[in-house]
């Protein structure tokens, strides 16, 4: 490390009268970040090889330099536009050379210059200067400012700590006006642009009046920032008293032997939350109420409520979650194990765990199963969260009317506490579970608000990160739970809600279907539940087949389990009485022994037997139904009547089928009286008439009804149909295709009907029942009349009275 000092050099300037020649021109040393004042000594470090020959230059000169703050420290090589116009000239009084090559440089600032042209750029900055003297008026209001300023600045530096108390005698010492702002503008930490600027302003009055100020605000935030860190320091003394105070009370009680309850159940909960991870927001919350906690006497009502709440905070996961089994393998072999067949169904669910595989954070879709009961909803959710390794809860929402049951009620009132969401969430015991939400098309709205609106915040990713419990009134994040939802039908959910999720539908069984589940899952299931061993009964194939067709008429297998547990209970009894001594077979005849006659027949043979009698297809909530419709005509003036508690939409299509009909009676019925719907009232009727019934697929069934009576034929006894009927005769697809499908297998009919436009709907229908069934495809209704009706019998046709 080299040092330079000053020798006999100086600024090669003389005077002339009194008055300093300066220089004609002068190296300019810019300046970066700071501004450098008259009469100061200003440290500098010089690092830009430029700036550097400069010095090295002046040294070997009169050491004479002006010193220019840059208009932005942004600049690597500042030119003349970059710099101010105003500057400081000063003698470097001393160098030193350190070993990285920069330079740290002791300028004596001297006289105020402005740069008035530019000599040259390169190598580095040269530039003509001339004086900027400072104007002073020696008045009362100089004096005044001067006091002023030495008494704010005195202030400042007894409470700012980079401030030396040395400056503050200074400051008090110096009688010039012009020195005592440059002092003080030197000394305070300001942005360059407010430095500059009193280093331009010539009127030290006006000079003095803006350190002023300047130095007025400085105080203001220099008393803001003490009375902030005085409010941490006090809050930080007050923490730390309050925790020695309640360590010493702590340990008196102790020595005395002497608790209190409830102070050990405050300090309880206070250890208990204090372990667990909670967000910011919560953990503030708590404290809040742990302190009014421990204020609150236990004979207070209030303290119940207060203890309460924090115990339900201390019981929820709000950090806790089990780590997901993202193994495809395992899920299919789990939902083959669980449930047989629904193929479709299977794929779906393994998609939606691929997803999960592949990214784990992603926010899967909702899925919402439909179908009708007992095909397996509820269990699909179980299967799902055994194949994840996920936590499985499940809530009911069937009949919910009241909003809090879904959002909680609000701690005002008595008995107030969380909603099924939360609760089911600390039932799980972590923050990632499947949630399933049982027939969430069943939920009510009356004057209590709509629990389905309620569900819109639950159902959607974007906005269930942050659900606000009305009990707890904190966010809780149920971002990472996976929710199922069942439903029997799309209608009773509303339009937002169901858009919400993404449905899957789940059809009825075939019978070989439940053929299959039956000797799978039910008939195990149903030996153990009634003590009984595979040891001790059987089941052969055409007993649950007589079970199946005989005993039940539905869509999934609840009741064909039922029946399986009536039969093993009948077994057990003759197990416990002694009757029984060796292993029972149960056959179709033992079958009717013990179940007694058969529950369900096929009667579309026999009514279909007579004319104005055909055999329909319908879709209800709980699967497809077979459907008779029936027509009779009577001596009368051409009205026509339609019964059955039908809705709008089914007694339209009724009116359009007969509109069809008597316009088309020529070509369909030729030997009709041309005065026979004149002279004759018309009845149709659709049996059943307790159970309500709407929708326009039975209209060309309506129309083979009146058509078999009209024509005297009867209708097919082995086939039935589906569609809906235009004025014109065109056939309109339906839906329900597969539900009704399974329906005509179950009343041993083999021969459908249905829509060209649904023919693309028989992939839906497994391949099994396919081949069980002769599917006829239509676009006009001439093609069902041709195929529906039996050979004419002339002496039947339009028979009075004919049902």
């Not at 970040?33 to 009169?62: H, K």
């Not at 499985?392 to 008995?415: K, L, M, N, P, W």
Request: charged share 30%; net charge negative; aromatic share 4%.
């Amino acid at each position: 490390m080299i040092e330079v000092g000053a020798t006999d050099g100086g600024p090669k300037s003389v005077d002339i009268n009194g008055q300093r020649v300066l220089p004609a021109a002068v190296g300019v040393l810019p300046l970066r970040d700071m501004v450098a004042f008259p009469d100061m000594l200003v440290p500098l470090g010089i690092t830009q090889q430029r700036s550097i020959d400069l010095i090295n230059e002046v040294l070997s000169g009169d050491r004479t330099i002006a010193m220019v703050a840059m208009r932005s420290p942004d600049v690597e090589a500042p030119g003349p536009d970059d710099l101010y116009d105003v500057g400081v000239l000063g003698v470097v009084a001393r160098m030193i050379r350190v070993p990285d090559g920069t330079l740290r440089v002791l300028v004596q600032g001297g006289q105020r210059v402005r740069i008035e042209s530019w000599e040259q750029t390169e190598p580095h900055l040269v530039g003509k200067i001339a004086g900027a003297p400072d104007i002073v008026k020696e008045t009362p209001e100089l004096v005044a400012l001067m006091r002023n300023v030495q008494q704010t600045f005195s202030s400042i530096v007894e409470e700012v700590p980079y401030l030396p108390e040395e400056l503050q005698v200074m400051v008090a010492n110096v009688e010039d006006p012009s020195v005592l702002t440059h002092l003080i503008a030197g000394a305070l930490r300001l942005k360059t642009e407010e430095k500059q600027a009193l280093l331009e302003e010539l009127d030290v009055a006006k000079r003095l009046r803006r350190l002023s100020e300047i130095l007025a605000r400085e105080l203001e935030l220099v008393a803001i920032g003490s009375k902030i860190q005085s409010q941490v320091q006090s809050e930080l003394e007050k923490g730390q008293r309050e925790f020695f105070l309640r360590q010493q009370l702590k340990a008196i009680h102790e020595e005395l032997g002497e608790t209190d309850e409830a102070q050990a159940e405050a300090g309880e909960l206070r250890e208990q939350l204090a372990a667990l991870d909670l967000p910011e927001e919560v953990r503030k919350q708590v404290d809040r109420e742990l302190a009014r906690l421990e204020r609150l006497q236990p004979a207070m009502a209030e303290y119940g409520v207060v203890r309460g709440y924090l115990e339900w905070i201390a019981a929820l996961p709000w950090n806790i979650s089990t780590e997901d089994k993202l193994d495809l393998a395992h899920a299919r072999v789990v939902l083959d194990e669980d449930h047989y067949d629904i193929e479709q169904v299977k794929e779906r669910i393994l998609e939606f765990l691929a997803v999960r595989t592949l990214k784990p954070d992603a926010r899967g879709s909702i899925l919402l199963f439909v179908g009708p009961p007992g095909v397996g909803k509820t269990s699909l959710g179980r299967s799902i969260a055994r194949a994840l390794g996920r936590k499985f809860e499940r809530i009911s929402v069937g009949g919910v009317r009241d909003e809090a049951e879904i959002r909680g009620h609000r701690r005002t009132y008595i008995g107030a506490m969380p909603g099924t969401i939360i609760r089911a969430m600390r039932d799980a015991g972590a923050n990632n579970p499947l949630l399933m939400i049982d027939e969430i098309d069943k939920m009510g709205t009356d004057f209590r608000g709509d629990p389905s609106s309620a569900m819109l915040e639950v159902l959607d990713p974007e906005q269930n990160e942050t659900f606000r419990d009305h009990y707890l009134d904190l966010p809780f994040d149920l971002s990472n739970v996976i929710f199922v939802t069942t439903a029997n039908t799309l209608e009773t959910i509303p339009g937002p809600l169901r858009d919400r999720m993404e449905m899957i539908q789940l059809s009825g069984y075939t019978e070989a279907e439940k053929l299959e589940i039956a000797k799978r899952y039910l008939v195990p299931r149903q030996i153990e539940r009634n003590g009984l061993k595979p040891s001790r009964i059987a089941f052969s194939d055409s007993a649950l087949k007589a079970i199946i067709s005989d005993y039940t008429r539905e869509a999934g297998v609840r009741q064909l389990e039922r029946e399986i547990g009536a039969v093993c209970r009948k077994v057990a009894r003759q197990f416990a009485e002694g009757t029984a001594k060796r292993k029972v077979t149960v056959t179709e005849p033992r079958v009717r022994e013990l179940l007694g006659r058969r529950k369900f027949y096929s009667e579309s043979r026999r009514r279909t037997s007579r004319p104005g009698v055909a055999t329909g297809l319908a879709w209800t909530p709980v699967g497809g139904d077979v459907l008779l419709i029936e027509a009779t005509a009577m001596p009368g003036s051409g009205k026509h009547q339609i019964t059955g508690q039908l809705g709008d939409v089914m007694k339209e299509s009724a009116q359009a089928a007969l509109s069809y009909l008597r316009s088309h009676a020529d070509e369909l019925f030729g030997e009709l009286p041309a005065d026979y719907f004149a002279t004759h009232d018309l009845h149709i009727h659709v049996p059943a008439g307790a159970i309500p019934k709407d929708g326009p697929s039975a209209g060309i069934t309506i129309a083979t009804a009146v058509a078999s009576l009209l024509s005297g034929r009867p209708a097919r006894a082995d086939l039935a149909m589906t569609g809906e009927i235009t004025l014109t005769g065109q056939v309109l697809p339906i839906g329900g295709l597969k539900e009704k499908a399974l329906a005509a297998q179950r009343a041993g009919i083999r021969r459908i009907i249905a829509p060209a436009l649904n023919e693309h709907d028989i992939e839906d229908i497994p391949e099994h029942l396919r081949k069980n069934l002769d599917f006829m495809f239509v676009s006009d209704y001439r093609q069902v009349f041709d195929a529906a009706l039996e050979q004419r019998r002339p002496r039947q046709r339009a028979r009075v009275g004919a049902a």
